[in-house]
């Protein structure tokens, strides 16, 4: 994207000398309105990243002072290899995020699809689609644990009524993986519906009509042309899903508070911090979640990689 | 998309059934049945917690927790919204929430738009460097830094007498700290928008003897208007929705913000066997009121940056 040339701003005609002079001036200036920018990442992203490292390497309590924090090497990764609860954290977080995603992308592109036809108030229906992501995600956690409630919950009322379970349920306790995923499934495919909606308006319509002039019906029009040129929308739209589930806090948090067991990854993490105080031990459980995000991308650019070549 | 094509071959062709179907008008109409089906259960499947919580917050305890559930109140009472506003630290919220994303939207603005000129106006070594920088921090998992954070704010040498100052349990932690998400954000978005003005105007104003921090103040930030308030309304929904920090840094209920407020709301009405959920969803409905508001209203403009941020990546 940096291949776009900007045209420089200044009168492009003069001696040679006087523009290189000028050049020096104007880099000058850009670096210096850089300035404030920077100085903010990097004391608010890449000086803490830094110290998180750092502090992964110290037995550092909250209580500092009472005992001095030393350097204790690879010991909180040890303890962490260990750690069975972190490990349970894991695994259930990559199920949320294998179920969400999935389901939130399947979810998405039925709705994208609907929705992109002309229809009069495809408008308010982007908006209304819009709606769900605007909100907290603590408010939509809140409102649905109130629908999700054992006995005057409305998802049981449905239901029950509509014979879809013999009788009431408790999701929470029963089927936590579910009532999470619920909540982040609704608040978010309709977003994702949106990013591929605007993939979708971009393909221009030549494509089709020149599809159906040869007779293509509209399943092939949609395996050969929607979703191939749709590619770049969806890979970007699962990416950051991705990313987004697997740093889930808000849902898990509220639902269930810090029980052990249904705990995501940054749910432990932050209660290892700030409830309990080790901030050394919880530094490397944030770099152990960096670094398990960071595999993730990874493994998402090799397959992009792959299959273009 | 083809009834164009379909029409001239039926004036040729026997006109078989299904077409008979699609000219009538009745019969498109049928036709078109399943597909406001679908759009119906898609607009109901978005709205319906919204109903819900409303319709929860206007019925009163007495018919709240009976069963069978009624889906439509008999008796609406405001009691539910009143008791929420009562709540001192839930007014707080608001007002708390209202200062901290007013100022990270600020900050970010008036920062982000001095670099994304930089970025989208000017040629010079290491500004792709920079750009992805911003990138590589529009995707960094917030969670990965808590630790630090944690440590920066509950004030440390930064070296030797140089000390950061106390921030825990003030809005000031939380305004720092959501710079780490809004800025890469508003510089990467602000600096779509200053790359996309034509360079005439620019041009112009140097002829006329005007200094770049003038074209910057009077010509080009007036163009980018519309993207300032894009970029700034989703800088200003992020920080309001912001939760794994607020919970972390602020302890006193006073410094709540809505979120947390939400999150740890116990209202007066209930009684010590039932959770208020009457008076939860009133708030809950209170402070999504704006944000539906804003998204109705901006949702041409929160699109645009949305995938300006995200599609050209």
């Known amino acids: ?309 | 998309m083809s009834t164009a094509a379909e029409a001239t071959r039926a004036t040729v062709r026997p006109v078989s059934r299904s077409v008979r179907l699609r000219r009538s008008p009745l019969g498109r109409a049928l036709l078109r049945l399943p597909f406001w089906l679908l759009i119906v259960a898609i607009a109901v499947y978005a709205l319906f917690p919204f109903y819900w919580a409303l319709r929860s917050a206007i019925t009163p305890d007495s018919e709240l927790f009976t069963t069978p559930i009624t889906y439509f109140p008999s008796h609406p009472t405001w009691a539910h919204f009143h008791d929420a506003l009562s709540q001192s630290y839930f007014r707080r919220a608001l007002l708390n929430s209202t200062i901290v994303a007013g100022s990270v939207t600020a900050l970010s603005l008036a920062v982000g738009s001095l670099a994304a000129y930089a970025l989208g106006r000017f040629r010079f070594r290491g500004k792709s460097f920079v750009l992805y920088l911003m990138l590589s921090m529009t995707i960094f998992p917030q969670i990965a830094i808590l630790g630090a954070l944690y440590t920066m704010i509950s004030g440390f040498h930064i070296v030797g007498p140089v000390h950061f100052p106390k921030l825990y349990d003030s809005l000031f932690a939380l305004i720092f700290s959501y710079l780490i998400f809004t800025l890469p954000f508003t510089i990467w978005v602000l600096t779509s928008f200053m790359r996309a003005l034509p360079a005439d105007l620019e041009e112009a104003a140097y002829v006329d003897g005007a200094t770049p921090l003038q074209v910057f103040w009077k010509v080009l930030l007036p163009l980018i208007a519309p993207g300032l308030v894009t970029t700034g309304l989703l800088a200003f929904i992020a920080a309001w929705n912001e939760y794994l920090y607020a919970v972390s840094f602020i302890q006193s209920p006073s410094h709540y913000t809505v979120p947390v407020a939400i999150a740890t709301f116990s209202g007066s009405s209930g009684n010590a066997f039932q959770f208020p959920w009457g008076t939860v969803m009133a708030a809950t409905i209170i402070v999504t009121l704006p944000l539906i508001a804003a998204t109705l209203l901006l949702q041409r403009r929160i699109l645009a940056g949305l995938t300006a941020g995200a599609v050209k990546g």
């Open chain 1, 1 to 309: 994207m940096s291949s776009v040339a900007t045209p420089a701003p200044v009168p492009r005609r003069g001696r040679r000398r006087r523009r290189t002079k000028l050049q020096r001036r104007q880099t000058r200036f850009a670096w210096l309105l850089l300035v404030p920018a920077l100085a903010v990442v990097a004391f608010v992203a890449i000086y803490p990243l830094g110290r998180t490292v750092y502090q992964s390497f110290t037995d550092q309590e909250f209580l500092a002072g009472i005992t001095p924090t030393k350097w204790v090497g690879l010991d909180n990764y040890h303890q962490l290899i260990h750690d069975t609860i972190f490990r349970d954290t894991v695994v259930l977080t990559i199920k949320f995020t294998a179920i969400t995603v999935s389901i939130e992308f399947l979810l998405g592109l039925t709705i994208a699809l609907v929705v992109n036809s002309h229809f009069k108030g495809r408008g308010i229906m982007r908006a209304i689609m819009l709606v769900p992501w605007a909100i907290p995600t603590v408010v939509a956690a809140k409102m649905w644990l109130w629908m999700l409630d054992d006995t005057y919950g409305v998802i049981n009322d449905l239901f029950v009524r509509t014979h879809l379970i013999s009788h009431n349920q408790s999701w929470i306790v029963q089927h936590p993986l579910v009532a999470v995923s619920a909540v982040d499934i609704w608040k978010t495919a309709p977003f994702v519906a949106l990013l591929l909606l605007a993939g979708m308006q971009v393909i221009p319509n030549d494509l089709y009509e020149a599809a159906s002039v040869d007779g293509a019906n509209q399943l092939q029009q949609f395996w050969r042309i929607t979703l191939p040129l749709l590619r770049p929308a969806i890979l970007v739209a699962l990416i950051f899903r991705t990313l987004d589930a697997l740093r889930v806090f808000d849902v898990f948090q509220v639902f269930f508070g810090y029980r052990l067991g249904s705990q995501s990854m940054a749910v432990y993490n932050q209660s290892v911090i700030t409830q309990d105080g080790h901030v050394g031990y919880g530094s490397a459980v944030s770099v152990a979640i960096f670094l398990i995000i960071s595999l993730f991308v990874v493994i998402y650019v090799t397959v992009v990689r792959v299959s273009d070549e």
